[in-house]
């Protein structure tokens, strides 16, 4: 059977009244987006679906297999697409029932008549083409309530749309939709993770990682530069900030307790991330951080850390477990990645007995003993900016905006 065109359906943006058409022309685009660089289709997008027409060379399950990784996606189908000429519906239904291969299965043709000028009803076309299935097939049989598979007939104006396959999308929102926010990317298993997750709600990322050469190898900033890549399949151009930390880790390490240096390096790390996300109109700084996981993850770090900063602080990951994490890491496929054994400055320069519960005041009296304004004032002037998307990369430097 020759599909001819693809059918999108849309997820809770169908939720959406007055700025449904802003949210469709941005799933439009994110759609196109995740073809590149494949050709022969066109995108249709309509108020209550989009549709995706295929020339006959293209591949269908390559142009299914993107296009239901974008996040505001309910589910999509393969479809063809008929003329409303009773004998070329059936010859399509016919070849659509024919496609499934599994031994002694059941079907029924369910029917959607939104055209009311059809000449059949809804329950004469069903009985019809349920009829001619029957006929031209041998290992299928009918069964109304529960069968194996279902044929999908949709009568429209503009013709009539068969189907039996239905493939779940990535639901979620369009990202572009719902404001800018700053992704802290570790190059760990968890905070890829947590930036997908925010994208899946319509979110659109900057991502900021923190590396110390030459404590830090170029493998590892390799690493995160590739996690931003795979981030970026599907959902656009990433800008990813890389700033040097070396001078600054250097320094918590010769003026602060050792069982503290955790906490002082992550709460430099969020005074940072804070000014880079008002230059770039972020309205919330989002890390992988889970409860309870590691010490500077508990309620008390988290206190602590958190006070330098008075912009939200978003932690989709927050309670889950960690098989859960791994599982949607493998699923958007970071895992891999994340995995390669090269450290980032937080796990090489990780304390024996880093303290758990660190009290803020005690916290702010170490690091008031020294001045870090100039050491974070350098290191914002020195980021690197690279912009990253699935085919190419550019860099930029702060001096140079």
Do not use: W
Not at 70 to 99: C, L, N, Y
């Amino acid at each position: 059977m020759k599909y001819n065109r693809v059918l999108v359906r849309y997820g809770e943006l169908t939720l959406k009244t007055g700025n449904r058409h802003h949210f469709i022309s941005q799933l439009k685009g994110n759609v196109k987006y995740a073809l590149i660089p494949l050709s022969g289709y066109h995108v249709i997008a309509e108020r209550d679906r989009m549709f995706i027409d295929l020339e006959p060379e293209t591949d269908i399950e390559d142009v299914m297999k993107r296009v239901s990784k974008v996040f505001g996606i309910q589910s999509i189908s393969p479809v063809v697409r008929t003329t409303q000429k009773i004998d070329e519906i059936i010859e399509a239904a016919v070849g659509t029932a024919k496609e499934i291969d599994e031994a002694d299965a059941t079907f029924k043709v369910d029917v959607k008549r939104s055209d009311k000028q059809f000449p059949h009803d809804t329950f004469e076309l069903q009985s019809m083409l349920g009829g001619e299935i029957l006929k031209n097939t041998e290992h299928l049989t009918v069964q109304v309530k529960k069968p194996d598979f279902t044929i999908h007939v949709e009568v429209r104006k503009e013709g009539v749309y068969i189907y039996s396959r239905v493939i779940k999308g990535a639901g979620g929102l369009p990202v572009g939709t719902g404001g800018k926010t700053l992704l802290m990317l570790s190059g760990g298993i968890d905070s890829p993770v947590a930036g997908i997750e925010v994208m899946k709600r319509g979110v659109t990322i900057e991502a900021i990682h923190f590396h110390s050469p030459p404590f830090t190898s170029e493998e590892a900033k390799q690493k995160v530069i590739d996690l931003t890549r795979i981030m970026a399949e599907t959902t656009g151009v990433i800008k990813l900030h890389l700033v040097p930390f070396t001078d600054i880790q250097k320094t918590i390490h010769k003026v602060i307790p050792e069982n503290m240096t955790m906490t002082s390096t992550r709460r430099m790390m969020l005074k940072i991330a804070e000014q880079v996300a008002h230059q770039i109109d972020a309205k919330a700084i989002v890390n992988g951080e889970n409860l309870g996981q590691v010490a500077s993850q508990t309620l008390g770090s988290m206190y602590t850390i958190n006070a330098v900063t008075s912009m939200p602080i978003l932690r989709p990951l927050l309670t889950l477990d960690k098989e859960d994490i791994i599982l949607k890491a493998k699923a958007i496929g970071t895992f891999e990645t994340s995995i390669k054994p090269f450290e980032d400055c937080c796990t090489i320069f990780t304390p024996k007995n880093p303290k758990t519960n660190p009290r803020l005041d005690k916290m702010e009296k170490f690091e008031n003993n020294y001045d870090f304004e100039p050491l974070i004032a350098e290191a914002i002037n020195n980021i690197e900016v690279l912009t990253i998307n699935k085919e190419k990369m550019s860099t930029q430097f702060n001096d140079l905006l």
